[in-house]
């Protein structure tokens, strides 16, 4: 014959089994991301697609982001972004790269409202309008304003937000007999930036 387990045994043994699943389930809730890696869509697809209209032109910006928390409110951004810019017979690649603080206004470590000023260096190659070879590196500063979302860690990652990516020539080869046009240096100088950023949290 067997004998059920006495009641005040049973009562302990759920809630400890209560207590541990409340605690875990705390404790993961109460986990927050530390790093966010993602693609910024919106600046790839909102150029791409603009200098599409205009005849013999194509700028496409492929920009890659990174948020990393370091406590509740300071934390860093990074960015290393490709470029490709033709215009007629001038075809140019271009590779930066920029790091800088990442405050965060309203929320906690990667999620909310979040102010960053990034700080980095470009680089352009390739032929110019008489199919010369050309190049620049130029200092990079570049602030934003944006919120951000982070289900995790592990989990999905989305930012929202603008900004302006202005660079400074530190030296560049000879064009003499040609100059930008507004869009060109735009591009090239004083970039506005659209954040859309996809990607995942750890």
Same mark, same amino acid.
């Given at each position: 014959?067997?004998?059920?387990?006495?009641?005040?045994?049973?009562?302990?043994?759920?809630?400890?089994?209560?207590?541990?699943?409340?605690?875990?389930?705390?404790?993961?809730?109460? *986990?927050?991301?530390?790093?966010?890696?993602?693609?910024?869509?919106?600046?790839?697809?909102?150029?791409?697609?603009?200098?599409?209209?205009?005849?013999?032109?194509?700028?496409?910006?492929?920009?890659?982001?990174?948020?990393?928390?370091?406590?509740? *409110?300071?934390?860093?951004?990074?960015?290393?972004?490709?470029?490709?810019?033709?215009?007629?017979?001038?075809?140019?690649?271009?590779?930066?790269?920029?790091?800088?603080?990442?405050?965060?206004?309203?929320?906690?470590?990667?999620?909310?409202?979040?102010?960053?000023?990034?700080?980095?260096?470009?680089?352009?190659?390739?032929?110019?309008?008489?199919?010369?070879?050309?190049?620049?590196?130029? !200092?990079?500063?570049?602030?934003?304003?944006?919120?951000?979302?982070?289900?995790?860690?592990?989990?999905?990652?989305?930012?929202?937000?603008?900004?302006?990516?202005?660079?400074?020539?530190?030296?560049?080869?000879?064009?003499?007999?040609?100059?930008?046009?507004?869009?060109?240096? !735009?591009?090239?100088?004083?970039?506005? !930036?659209?954040?859309?950023?996809?990607?995942?949290?750890?």
């Amino acid at each position: 014959m067997r004998l059920a387990p006495p009641v005040p045994v049973l009562v302990l043994v759920v809630a400890a089994a209560l207590t541990s699943s409340v605690a875990s389930a705390q404790g993961e809730a109460g *986990r927050t991301p530390r790093i966010a890696i993602g693609v910024n869509v919106a600046q790839t697809a909102i150029y791409g697609i603009a200098s599409s209209f205009f005849e013999s032109s194509l700028f496409v910006p492929v920009p890659i982001e990174g948020h990393f928390r370091l406590s509740r *409110r300071w934390g860093l951004a990074a960015t290393l972004q490709y470029l490709h810019h033709k215009d007629g017979t001038l075809k140019l690649n271009g590779l930066s790269v920029s790091l800088g603080p990442r405050f965060t206004l309203w929320g906690e470590g990667l999620r909310g409202l979040y102010a960053a000023v990034k700080l980095g260096i470009g680089f352009r190659h390739g032929d110019d309008y008489f199919r010369a070879k050309y190049y620049r590196v130029g !200092m990079q500063i570049q602030p934003e304003l944006g919120w951000s979302f982070a289900w995790g860690p592990p989990g999905f990652f989305l930012s929202a937000g603008v900004g302006l990516q202005s660079e400074v020539t530190l030296t560049e080869e000879s064009h003499s007999g040609w100059a930008w046009n507004g869009l060109g240096a !735009m591009i090239n100088y004083y970039l506005p !930036m659209v954040n859309v950023t996809v990607g995942f949290d750890l």
